[in-house]
């Protein structure tokens, strides 16, 4: 059984950097799609940035408008992580953060949160001067 953890969130001043870590357990993370998604208080959650399983053909990427490029997903198999650098980073990307993972063998990228089946318990991240 698949097991995320997130850390690395915390408060960052508006333009700072955060980088987040989806720690996996309990199996190998590179053949899972994984995404990033957000909550913020009173909103639904939303996707941040998606990457296709490493056994994928095209190894994908996808960002969501509000984060192109200012955020980075990537992928470290050695050490079965999948990390999200956030830069450039404003209040309104203030909200909870969640990994999740599709189930395995599904590769594609996809952007709601219908589609992943296993998930951490997230990190709260703060943008405030």
């Known amino acids: 059984q698949l097991q995320l953890v997130e850390s690395g969130g915390g408060l960052v001043q508006p333009g700072g950097s955060l980088r987040l870590s989806c720690s996996a357990s309990?199996?190998?993370?590179?053949?899972?799609?994984i995404g990033w998604f957000r909550q913020a208080p009173g909103k639904e959650r939303e996707v941040v940035s998606c990457?296709?399983?490493?056994?994928?053909?095209?190894?994908?990427?996808s960002y969501a408008d509000s984060v192109k490029g200012r955020f980075t997903i990537s992928r470290d198999n050695a050490k079965n992580t999948v990390y999200l650098l956030m830069n450039s980073l404003k209040p309104e990307d203030t909200a909870d953060y969640y990994c999740?993972?599709?189930?395995?063998?599904?590769?594609?990228?996809?952007?709601?949160?219908?589609?992943?089946?296993?998930w951490g318990q997230g990190t709260q991240v703060s943008v405030s001067s």
């Open positions: 990457i296709s399983s490493s056994d994928s053909s095209d190894g994908s990427t």
């Open positions: 309990g199996s190998t993370l590179d053949y899972y799609t």
């Open positions: 999740a993972a599709r189930s395995i063998g599904s590769r594609a990228i996809a952007t709601t949160t219908r589609y992943y089946i296993y």
